[in-house]
Every structure is written in structure tokens, then in C-alpha cells.
């Protein structure tokens, strides 16, 4: 990901003065690393989903506020901020749920609005050290704001049990998970954010020796997503956390657990990033890539999947499970969600659909889920993993239903290319 500043603004309170800021922002920044709505979102594409993930590949956030931010409403007379679904909120929410730095930046004497004015998702704006930028001398704060962001682009921190299934899935955890959707469902309803979502949404803590080839990739040392060694010096994860032209910002974290807690093992530097040559951020697709370590970790490794037969049809129940050091103590959550027909949703091919109609269950978008396995059983009991967390709803929205993962067997090919010595399964899904 390159250093790209999002431009957040109201169109009726700024977009005058937001649209000069970008102006002479690009003068410094350059085109490729400034999104701003107006002339970014390609036509037929859902705004809200592409808005969403321009955020989550963003280094810093502008929130420009003008005089009339706080009290703008729309044509029915309600307040904007008062709606869940207002574009604005739910950038900033965004923003703020993932650890980006947000820079509220003042127009013309406009104040930043006290916490009771704002939504829960985005209270902690209020936080945030702000910048005036005032039209009568806008060259001398433009140069000030630039600062700001030039020192926000150097300091940024990215991004960021005991359950055993031993057998087959049988029909009492299916009555299981779908409680654990039903409550699931309900935690969303009650508009937790993002910041307080689990990396797993209805899941369980496990341990690592459930999940032992599990890792954690950090950027600049933080945690920013999930990944699965393959091979002594690979791991697999998606290329929407990853950026393949600064590998040396990132390394990968092995994890250790005492029965209670899990923390951070051994810190691995990464020393190259292969991105599959057909990745798209939007469309979302092809959202694949491996990290090449620069020193070999032992077994065990993951066992993917090599055959489309191997994976998981509709109505089958997957396992999704993640890391999450967001804070330290760590902890690690699997859960279960039913796999349904991508087709209905007009979903890129190479994916693998999950989740319930209402949501409830599954990875979580914004917490570093992203990268996590999706896992079946073999015949023998051993996990193969036949997908990676790719577009993760977001659960602190109810309705947002069903998650998004990267199917594995349509990319086995390329894997091989870059690991041939990487575990598939058996014609017969018996493990390596």
C-alpha cells in the first residue's frame, strides 16, 4: 500500500475548500496517494464497499469540518450524524476502529463538536488534536497541515478457549452455531463499534496447539493481520494487508499460550512479498500473497487445499479462527459459519462465501482478522485449510451478513509456483 490520505468532507458543509485542500495536496502527495470521493469511485461499484476499503489501505485520515458539520440534515430534515448509514460516520467510524491516524481538520473557525454530539462509533474523535485551515491565509495552514501529515505518515501504527473439534461436524453444532449467530446477531444490534469487535465474531478462545502453524503479521510492530505458515520460510495471507514494495516494514509473529493468555513468540523479519500479478483492491479480487521470511521456522505447517472437491459446499459448517494482539495479552478465537452459494451474490470467482443472512457469526472486518484460515476436517480429523479471510463484514452494522474468503483451490497452481513444497490434500481429503 502506498501512503494514501483520505479526504472525508460533507459535500453541502465543504466540498469547496476540501476540493482546494486536495489541490494542493496532490502538488505534494501526488494523485495516486490522495482518495477523495468525488472522482475515485468507479461507476456500478457499491460506494459504501469501496468506500470501506479505500479507508482500511489508507496511512492518514482527514476529517474536514466545516462551520455546519455538526447540525447538517438531509432532505427529510433528519441529522445526518444521527444516521447509521451516512457515508461520513462510517468512514470515520472506519477510520478510527483500525488505529489510523484521523486529523480533524478545522475550515473557517469550525469547532470540533463535543463527545455528545457525535455517534458512539466515532466519540473518540473528539480526541483527536485538530488543525485549522482558514481561507484567508490558506497557503500558511495548507504548509502546516502538510507537516502534520508528513509526521502522521512517519510515526503511523498500522492496522491493525478450549475447543477442540476432533471429528466431523454432526448435527448437534449445527443447532449450536446457529445460537451463536442468533446472539451474535443481537451483540451487533446493540451498535457496539468496530474498536470493540472480536477478530471473530460468536467465536470461542482456543489455544495455539489448536491452530499451531497460525501467525500473526505486524507492520512497523504492530499487529495488522493474520497469516499461516505453509513452509519453513513462507506464509500465507491476503494481499489487501500487505504492501509487496516494503516488505522490510513487516515481520511475522509465532505465538505461544500457558492455558491462559497468548503472547508473542518470536518476531521473524519479512524479507519479500509475492502478491498474485492479478490482485485488484477494487473489485476486490485475486487476494492472495506470501511472505518469504528470513529464517526457517520448524513443522507444523499448514495443509491446504488442491481440489475444488475438497472444499466446503453450500449448507457445509467451516471453522474461521484468528489471532488478535490488538492488546497485549493476545487471544485467539475460532468459530463456526455455514457456507452458502457465492453465485446469488455476484461474487469474483476464487471466492468462498460464509456467513449468516443476518449476520452473526464469522471473521470481523477492521480488527486483523484478515488473513486467518478458514479451515474443514479431513477424514482423519486433521484441519486442511481450503480458504483466507479476504472482505470481512464489518459487525458492528447489523445486516452486514456474510463474510468474504479467498478459496484456495482456485490458487494452487500459483502457490505451487512460489512453494513447491507446500502441503495439499489428498484426492481422497485425507491430509498430506
Not at 169 to 182: D, P
Not at 223 to 250: H, W
Request: with cysteine.
Amino acid at each position: 500500500m502506498a501512503d494514501k490520505i483520505f479526504i472525508n468532507y460533507r459535500r453541502e458543509d465543504s466540498a469547496g475548500t476540501a476540493g482546494r485542500l486536495r489541490d494542493r495536496l496532490v502538488e505534494t502527495f501526488g494523485r495516486k496517494n490522495l482518495f477523495m470521493d468525488v472522482d475515485n469511485i468507479p461507476a456500478g461499484v457499491d460506494f459504501v464497499a469501496h468506500l470501506n476499503n479505500q479507508v482500511a489501505t489508507c496511512r492518514v485520515f482527514l476529517a474536514v469540518i466545516g462551520p455546519n458539520w455538526p447540525d447538517a440534515k438531509d432532505e427529510t430534515g433528519r441529522r445526518r450524524l444521527g444516521n447509521p448509514d451516512d457515508p461520513v460516520v462510517i468512514e470515520i467510524a472506519a477510520a478510527l476502529s483500525r488505529n489510523i491516524p484521523v486529523i480533524p481538520v478545522l475550515l473557517d473557525g469550525a469547532r470540533i463538536p463535543k463527545a455528545s454530539e457525535l455517534p458512539d462509533p466515532i466519540k473518540p474523535l473528539v480526541r483527536r488534536n485538530a488543525v485549522e485551515l482558514r481561507n484567508s491565509q490558506f497557503g500558511r495552514d495548507a504548509e502546516a497541515l502538510i507537516e502534520k501529515i508528513r509526521g502522521a505518515l512517519g510515526e503511523e501504527a498500522a492496522r491493525l478457549g478450549q475447543w477442540r473439534v476432533r471429528a466431523i461436524v454432526g448435527a448437534a453444532a449445527v443447532a449450536v452455531v446457529f445460537l451463536v449467530g442468533w446472539i451474535g446477531y443481537h451483540w451487533m444490534s446493540a451498535n457496539r463499534s468496530v474498536a470493540d469487535a472480536p477478530v471473530v465474531l460468536g467465536g470461542v478462545n482456543s489455544s495455539i496447539t489448536d491452530w499451531p502453524w497460525s501467525v500473526s503479521v505486524l507492520w512497523a510492530g504492530q499487529f495488522t493481520c493474520n497469516g499461516t505458515l505453509i513452509a519453513p520460510r513462507m506464509v500465507l495471507s491476503t494481499a489487501n494487508c500487505v504492501d509487496r514494495e516494503k516488505p522490510t516494514k513487516y515481520e511475522v509473529a509465532t505465538a505461544t499460550d500457558d492455558g491462559k493468555h497468548l503472547k508473542i513468540d518470536r518476531r521473524i523479519p519479512v524479507t519479500k512479498i509475492v502478491v498474485h500479478p492479478e490482485y485488484s483492491d477494487v473489485p476486490l479480487k485475486n487476494d492472495i500473497a506470501i511472505l518469504e521470511l528470513g529464517m526457517e521456522l520448524p513443522p507444523p505447517f499448514a495443509t491446504i487445499s488442491a481440489q475444488r472437491s475438497a472444499d466446503p459446499k453450500a449448507g457445509t459448517l467451516a471453522l474461521v479462527g484468528a489471532i488478535d494482539f490488538r492488546s497485549k495479552p493476545g487471544n485467539l478465537l475460532q468459530g463456526s459459519v455455514p457456507i452458502f452459494d457465492c453465485a446469488a451474490k455476484s461474487t469474483q470467482e476464487g471466492t468462498i462465501c460464509a456467513g449468516f443472512e443476518h449476520g452473526g457469526a464469522g471473521a470481523c472486518g477492521g480488527t486483523g482478522s484478515a488473513g486467518g484460515p478458514l479451515v474443514l476436517f479431513s477424514g482423519s480429523g486433521r484441519k486442511y485449510q481450503v480458504g483466507i479471510v479476504s472482505s470481512a463484514p464489518d459487525c458492528s452494522v447489523p445486516e452486514e451478513a456474510y463474510g468474504l474468503y479467498t478459496r484456495i483451490s482456485s490458487y494452487v497452481d500459483w502457490i505451487k509456483q512460489v512453494v513447491p513444497d507446500v502441503l495439499t490434500t489428498r484426492p481422497d481429503h485425507s491430509g498430506p
